[in-house]
């Protein structure tokens, strides 16, 4: 039975941690060495645990019984100093995050894109918030039965973006590492906000401001001006993400008539950077990050195609060329990873969205395009690829591939690939 077995690697771990005398240090690799002796993956499904849970009458003591993090999360051993989790995700991916415990997880249905990074802090702006730099360390693609250790604080910086839906995970982890608070959530290029500290006054102030908002009060710009003109960094940041959608979309702007919500948002977003000076500065590229992810995710939801979901996916996580490549050939490893990028970009040029008159990536890939697409990927310059065009081609005027390569490069959804 599903449960006997989740009770078994639960009782195995408590006796190996208590003879490490409960070593937090000790603990991700005890967990992650019992999770592959184990295999659970090959001896029961998430839907047997699932269908033991509904047929108790009580459920060991769950953990996340507001389902915070997973869809759902569904604790099934709870011992004195840690628990075993099973996390469903029907949505693709997690925030890029931190953890304040520390233990290890398996692949138990699906598949996942891990990434880990680096964050170099240049500036701690309160407890809860930090501005610097992020760099990938590790991307991998990992596979059902496959495990990772888990360690806590800024030593293990990472986001899981799920390629199967759903995708299932078994999580063996500590209830709490205390010095290792607060468990940012991080925000590209280099923003770390805290995500579980708010305070009741800030939570209703941003409710009120969408209330003006959606009253279309008269005044509700100058109340949102001197909220901003009062209100201290991470304040700021919380206000801007909530008025960034409802400026934005369209709904607002048709409302106000011939004001756009880009305008306003943007005076809002000059009363923050003139207000925190060089703290601030990081604010416009998360916002450009977070704007461009937007378009991708909504180019993401008109593909049915695996292997193009595949590809939105690493254009999604990953921010440059060779990483992206280097997880290509991780998936398809008799193939040629420029080829197979290409391939996968003719097919979404060919691709129309119901309704519209555009294809899924926004922009046509002719032949011209796709040529000077190749040579980048490769990592050619552009004169290099200019000449190779005049001369397979026979074309007499490099002009054309020389405005395939402003095409290409002005594309925010190929961003990742030409860095």
């Known amino acids: 039975m599903s449960i006997e077995l989740f009770n078994q690697l639960g009782d195995d771990i408590e006796q190996r941690w208590l003879a490490a005398n409960y070593s937090e240090y000790d603990f991700p690799a005890i967990?992650?060495?019992?999770?592959?002796?184990?295999?659970?993956?090959?001896?029961?499904?998430?839907?047997?645990?699932?269908?033991?849970?509904?047929?108790?009458?009580?459920?060991?003591?769950?953990?996340?019984?507001?389902?915070?993090?997973?869809?759902?999360?569904?604790?099934?051993?709870?011992?004195?100093?840690?628990?075993?989790?099973?996390?469903?995700?029907?949505?693709?991916?997690?925030?890029?995050?931190?953890?304040?415990?520390?233990?290890?997880?398996q692949v138990f249905e699906g598949s996942s894109l891990h990434s880990w990074y680096e964050f170099e802090r240049d500036e701690a702006v309160n407890f809860f918030t930090e501005v610097g730099q992020l760099s990938l360390k590790v991307c991998q693609i990992l596979?059902?039965?496959?495990?990772?250790?888990?360690?806590?604080?800024?030593?293990?910086?990472h986001s899981l973006f799920h390629l199967d839906e759903p995708s299932t995970t078994i999580v063996v982890r500590t209830h709490r590492?205390?010095?290792?608070?607060?468990?940012?959530?991080?925000?590209?290029?280099?923003l770390a906000i805290d995500p579980f500290y708010d305070d009741d006054t800030s939570t209703k102030k941003r409710q009120i401001v969408m209330a003006l908002l959606q009253a279309k009060r008269p005044d509700a710009d100058d109340l949102i001006a001197k909220l901003l003109n009062e209100s201290d960094f991470q304040t700021s940041f919380g206000l801007l993400t909530t008025l960034k959608p409802a400026l934005t979309n369209g709904h607002l702007e048709r409302a106000f008539g011939v004001e756009t919500g880009k305008d306003r948002f943007e005076r809002f977003f000059e009363i923050v950077e003139n207000r925190h000076g060089h703290k601030a500065?990081?604010?416009?590229?998360?916002?450009?990050?977070?704007?461009?992810?937007?378009?991708?995710?909504?180019?993401?939801?008109?593909?049915?195609?695996?292997?193009?979901?595949?590809?939105?996916?690493?254009?999604?996580?990953?921010?440059d060329r060779e990483h992206i490549l280097e997880v290509t050939r991780q998936r398809y490893p008799d193939e040629d990873a420029v080829e197979?990028?290409?391939?996968?970009?003719?097919?979404?040029?060919?691709?129309?969205?119901?309704?519209?008159?555009?294809?899924?990536?926004?922009?046509?890939?002719?032949?011209?395009?796709?040529?000077?697409?190749?040579?980048?990927?490769?990592?050619?310059?552009?004169?290099?690829?200019?000449?190779?065009?005049?001369?397979?081609?026979?074309?007499?005027?490099?002009?054309?591939?020389h405005a395939a390569l402003a095409t290409v490069r002005a594309a925010a959804t190929l961003r990742p690939l030409l860095t």
């Not at 596979?143 to 800024?154: A, D, F, P, S």
């Not at 193009?308 to 921010?319: G, Q, T």
């Open 143 to 157: 596979e059902k039965g496959m495990t990772q250790e888990i360690w806590h604080g800024r030593q293990y910086i």
């Open 31 to 105: 967990a992650k060495q019992a999770l592959a002796e184990f295999d659970l993956p090959s001896k029961t499904t998430p839907w047997e645990a699932l269908e033991w849970a509904l047929s108790v009458r009580e459920l060991p003591p769950q953990r996340d019984v507001g389902a915070r993090f997973a869809q759902p999360p569904v604790t099934l051993y709870q011992g004195p100093r840690f628990h075993i989790d099973i996390y469903f995700w029907f949505n693709s991916t997690t925030s890029l995050h931190q953890h304040a415990f520390c233990g290890a997880f």
């Open 281 to 319: 500065e990081i604010l416009r590229p998360v916002f450009e990050y977070m704007e461009r992810q937007g378009q991708l995710i909504d180019k993401r939801r008109f593909v049915t195609e695996p292997e193009h979901r595949f590809l939105f996916a690493l254009l999604l996580n990953i921010d």
């Open 177 to 190: 590492s205390p010095l290792e608070l607060p468990q940012y959530n991080y925000h590209k290029p280099g």
């Open 340 to 401: 197979k990028v290409l391939d996968w970009l003719f097919d979404l040029s060919q691709t129309r969205v119901m309704g519209q008159e555009t294809n899924v990536l926004g922009f046509d890939l002719g032949a011209a395009e796709m040529f000077a697409l190749e040579g980048l990927l490769r990592g050619k310059q552009d004169d290099e690829i200019a000449a190779e065009f005049v001369a397979e081609s026979n074309a007499a005027d490099p002009e054309p591939v």
